[in-house]
Nanobody, 116 residues
Framework: QVQLVESGGGLVQAGGSLRLSCVAS????????MGWYRQAPGKPRELVAD???????NYADSAKGRFTISRDNAKNTVYLQMNSLKVEDTGVYYC??????????WGQGTQVTVSS
């Protein structure tokens, strides 16, 4: 079993910053990718950013220039630094871990609310 526990969500004013953390524990498989997804009310879950074992990163267009994803392999932790937050960044943020066999694990989600 793999557990992903997110933290760092909350309520912030537009223009503010938040840092999300996700710690993986349990029988951690061979990790391929770790990332963050967002689900806004009434919308499908969408990729925000991910980071591969190589360190290469991938961002949604909406996150480029404002968000930074990073990873501490020794701590099995992935971070998402979010700056210049906008109201449209509001949603539940889910941590994702994909193993080398392309099986996905998900955290329980953390709420991010950006007020105007």
């Amino acid at each position: 079993q793999v557990q992903l526990v997110e933290s760092g969500g909350g309520l912030v004013q537009a223009g503010g910053s938040l840092r999300l953390s996700c710690v993986a524990s349990g029988s951690i498989p061979r990790i391929n990718i770790m990332g963050w997804y967002r689900q806004a009310p009434g919308k499908p879950r969408e990729l925000v950013a991910d980071i591969r074992n190589s360190g290469s990163t991938n961002y949604a267009d909406s996150a480029k220039g404002r968000f930074t994803i990073s990873r501490d392999n020794a701590k099995n932790t992935v971070y998402l630094q979010m700056n210049s937050l906008k109201v449209e960044d509001t949603g539940v943020y889910y941590c994702n871990l994909q193993n080398v066999w392309k099986f996905d694990y998900w955290g329980q989600g953390t709420q991010v609310t950006v007020s105007s």
